[in-house]
């Protein structure tokens, strides 16, 4: 009997073991074959500033500048001042020479002569009609004494009297046309000799000098002849601009020049690792211009200016880049959520709300968004957790675990 006791003992414990040895590869096979958790990124929702912003390059412009130009065919002595250098108000920055007349040769001599000439008998000509004339006057004057006699004795009529005034008054009116003709002739005289003389001059003629001033105090900003020369009417010579004065040119595209105002603030950059200053809108301007991206897209885009609320510290020059952002529009105190966060949901926008270690779909009602941050009208709650990229296999409940922590703003 204590032998039978025994036998059966260990038969019992070794069922016992084997089911213990089922029971655990059942557990096994279970939990391996259960589905497990998705890890995903996530992202805290946020109370603060939401700005709507456009961002574009630039660059920085004189706002007073002024143009020097040659103000009639001259040569240019050869420049001194140098691109950046300062000048004063009314100091000399170009020197110039009337071009020299030109060299002649026999046959333009020989017809400046013929011209001398011509003039010469157009003077006497004038001179003999001037005499013949101032004899004509001496008769009409005798007989206006004549008739006014005769009609003072009444040997004449009243009408022959005014006959003889009026001729009188017309070959006097001719004498003076025919002085005039002289001293007309004088002159075409003393032009053709002084024509003559001044060819047979030629570059040996005495010629002036002719100083160009700064009109403001400034910096020369450009060189357009940095040599001497000659120069043609109208030609520039150099720029000068007020150098503690700019104003940056942002060209952006026309759609979204609409949406800025006069006065928009402006944030510009001059550089990686400078601070960026401060400035606003001061014009729009109504004109816009066509411009091919990088891309290789035509696009129509308008200049916006922008002022400097206070000058930077750092110093300017006329074409220098700068990276400006353009607010427009602010608003405080706004639920925002990681723009990632947003996935479509036919015609609206939903996120993904993790809680308890599953994902709670919810719809959103967008304000506004721009490339970081979306804000909405409500339905979260500041510091949950939301599904940034979600995939797009994830479902509402589904189980998920937090691979990264939430980024900050």
């Given at each position: 009997m204590k032998i039978e006791s025994a036998s059966v003992g260990r038969l019992s414990l070794r069922h016992?073991?084997?089911a213990v040895l089922a029971a655990l590869t059942i557990a096994a096979l279970v939990w391996a074959f259960l589905p497990r958790a998705t890890a995903v990124d996530v992202a805290a929702v946020q109370v603060g500033r939401f700005e709507q912003v456009i961002e574009q390059d630039g660059r920085l412009r004189a706002k007073q500048r002024y143009l020097i130009t040659a103000p009639t065919a001259s040569e240019l002595a050869r420049p001194t001042l140098k691109v950046g250098d300062s000048v004063?108000?009314?100091?000399?920055?170009?020197?110039?020479?009337?071009?020299?007349?030109?060299?002649?040769?026999?046959?333009?001599?020989?017809?400046?002569?013929?011209?001398i000439g011509q003039a010469?008998?157009?003077?006497?000509?004038?001179?003999?009609?001037?005499?013949?004339?101032?004899?004509?006057?001496?008769q009409a004057r005798l007989e206006d004494e004549r008739a006014q006699q005769l009609a003072s004795q009444n040997f004449v009529a009243a009408s022959a009297r005014d006959q003889a005034a009026l001729a009188l008054r017309g070959q006097q009116k001719a004498y003076d046309a025919a002085q005039a003709e002289r001293h007309a002739a004088e002159h075409a005289l003393r032009e053709a000799r002084l024509a003559l003389s001044l060819a047979q001059q030629g570059a040996d003629a005495p010629r002036g000098r002719w100083e160009l001033s700064s009109p403001v105090a400034g910096q020369v900003i450009k060189l357009?002849?940095?040599?001497?020369?000659?120069?043609?009417?109208?030609?520039?010579?150099?720029?000068?601009?007020?150098?503690?004065?700019?104003?940056?040119?942002?060209?952006?595209?026309?759609?979204?020049?609409?949406?800025?105002?006069v006065g928009a603030p402006v944030q510009l950059s001059l550089g990686s690792g400078?601070?960026?200053?401060?400035?606003?809108?001061?014009?729009?301007?109504?004109?816009?211009?066509?411009?091919?991206?990088?891309l290789g897209i035509e696009e129509q885009r308008v200049n916006v200016l922008a002022d400097f609320d206070l000058a930077p510290a750092l110093p300017l020059g006329e074409g220098f880049r700068v990276d400006a952002r353009l607010t427009v529009s602010a608003?405080?105190?706004?639920?925002?959520?990681?723009a990632a966060a947003l996935l479509r949901d036919g015609a609206r926008?939903?996120?993904?709300?993790?809680?308890?270690?599953?994902?709670?779909?919810?719809?959103?009602?967008?304000?506004?968004?721009?490339a970081d941050w979306a804000w909405v009208a409500g339905g979260f709650t500041a510091?949950?957790?939301?599904?940034?990229?979600?995939a797009p296999e994830l479902a509402d409940g589904q189980r998920v675990e937090i691979r990264t922590s939430g980024a900050s703003r």
């Open positions: 016992v073991s084997w004063r108000a009314g100091q000399v920055v170009a020197v110039l020479t009337p071009v020299a007349p030109q060299m002649i040769d026999a046959r333009t001599r020989r017809v400046l002569q013929e011209r010469e008998a157009a003077l006497a000509m004038a001179a003999a009609q001037v005499e013949r004339l101032q004899a004509a006057v001496a357009h002849q940095e040599s001497g020369g000659p120069l043609a009417v109208g030609q520039p010579i150099l720029e000068i601009a007020d150098a503690s004065a700019f104003e940056a040119v942002i060209d952006v595209l026309s759609g979204d020049a609409l949406r800025l105002h400078t601070p960026a200053a401060v400035g606003h809108v001061s014009r729009i301007e109504p004109v816009a211009f066509t411009k091919v991206s990088a608003h405080d105190g706004a639920l925002l959520l990681p926008w939903a996120a993904f709300v993790v809680a308890e270690g599953r994902l709670h779909r919810r719809g959103v009602e967008l304000r506004d968004r721009n510091g949950e957790n939301v599904v940034v990229y979600p």
